[in-house]
């Protein structure tokens, strides 16, 4: 189970990084628009990895929190009708 999690997890991290780092560098270079916005932004590709693992780790423990809820109501119930 942790290490079926954690491949998981490792899987869709490193989809999210290259999609959302995708978006970031694009054709419309959202990257240069915010350097000239905002400044000198320190190091936004590892600010992006760091949100994203952050994100990841904190889904898949809702999912699994939220996925053994359903198995405990379910084992219940099936003590109950008997």
């Known amino acids: 189970h942790i290490g079926a999690a954690f491949y998981i997890s490792l899987d869709w991290r490193k989809f999210l990084t290259q999609k959302?780092?995708?978006m970031y560098v694009d054709d419309v270079q959202c990257y240069y628009r915010l350097k000239m916005?905002?400044?000198n932004i320190d190091n936004p590709d590892q600010r992006i990895a760091q949100d994203i693992g952050n994100f990841c780790r904190?889904?898949?423990r809702l999912m699994s929190s939220i996925i053994?809820?359903?198995?405990?109501?379910?084992?219940?119930?099936?003590a109950l009708i008997q």
């Open 37 to 39: 916005e905002y400044g």
């Open 68 to 78: 053994q809820d359903i198995m405990k109501i379910a084992a219940n119930s099936v």
């Open 58 to 60: 904190m889904s898949l």
């Open 20 to 22: 959302v780092l995708d």
